[in-house]
């Protein structure tokens, strides 16, 4: 098995590389994950940057002493994938948030389209946000990430619009899409963005302007997905095309 992953501040070691994880990460891996001296841990920003270290102790039930030797950076991912997601209903955002950090998209845009029936508006919108964030954060540890996905504040119809025709490849999923997204030419590097619309589907309104940006509509298969899966399933589509599960 692989090296549990636990996110630090900062990788500031004492002298000899003596390294001390506490606070909730660390009472995590001594009273959860229940380390010993000589188990393998990577520690992360969460960012990119990471470090192999080596139980050495611990202490208490809150501190895991580790050896960290030296810091690496993993760059990030070429092509960058964005998906840009539709606010679903309950808790299947962040079902959405989880299994798309998993397989290894970059970006996500929580998106307030016109047919979704959620809003998130206020304290509550704030709350909501935190939750996708967390979870992006609990996911990427748990796939073994050191860079984790960014979530981005609520995007508007005309700032999804934007951000479409910034990009290299722009794709809306919809049912009136004639081309198969698994046959789409892509580029590499650059930037793709995915647009995922709510249960209730994309408006005409919205797919013309999107159109006009530059995004074509794409359809995955003959099966319909729910909003909360077909993000993931579009972006593993699109991962393994590009090489970056190869």
């Keep these: 098995m692989t090296a549990p992953v636990f996110v630090v501040d900062h990788f ?17 891996a001594v009273s959860v994950k229940r380390l010993r001296p000589g188990e393998d841990v990577v520690l992360t920003d969460g960012a990119g940057r990471w470090a192999d270290c080596v139980v ?11 050896q960290l030797d030296s810091v690496s950076e993993e760059p990030p991912e070429q092509p960058r ?26 970006a996500i845009v929580p998106w307030a389209a016109a047919r979704c029936i959620t809003q998130w508006k206020g304290d509550r919108g704030a709350k909501a946000l935190g939750k996708w964030r967390a979870t992006a954060r609990e996911a990427g540890k748990q796939s073994r990430r050191v860079r984790f996905p960014e979530v981005a504040e ?7 619009a934007a951000l479409l025709a910034s990009a290299d490849f722009a794709a809306v999923l919809h049912e009136s899409g004639d081309a198969p997204l698994a046959t789409a030419e892509l580029p590499s590097p650059g ?14 309104e919205e797919l ?12 995955l298969g003959r099966s319909v997905l729910r909003t909360s899966t077909a993000g993931t399933a579009a ?9 970056r599960w190869s």
């Design 235 to 243: 972006a593993a589509v699109l991962l393994a095309r590009t090489g």
């Design 208 to 219: 013309a302007l999107f159109e006009e940006a530059g995004a074509g509509a794409y359809r």
């Design 81 to 106: 994938l964005t998906v840009v997601q539709a606010l679903p209903k309950g808790d299947r955002g962040e079902l959405a948030v989880e299994t798309m950090t998993e397989v290894g998209v970059d």
């Design 56 to 66: 050495l102790d611990t202490e208490g039930k809150d501190r895991l002493i580790v």
């Design 191 to 204: 930037e793709i963005v995915l647009v995922v619309g709510p249960e209730g589907g994309v408006a005409p």
């Design 12 to 28: 500031d070691a004492g002298g000899g590389g003596r390294y001390v994880l506490d606070g909730p990460e660390g009472r995590h």
């Design 154 to 160: 609520t995007a508007t119809t005309k700032q999804v």
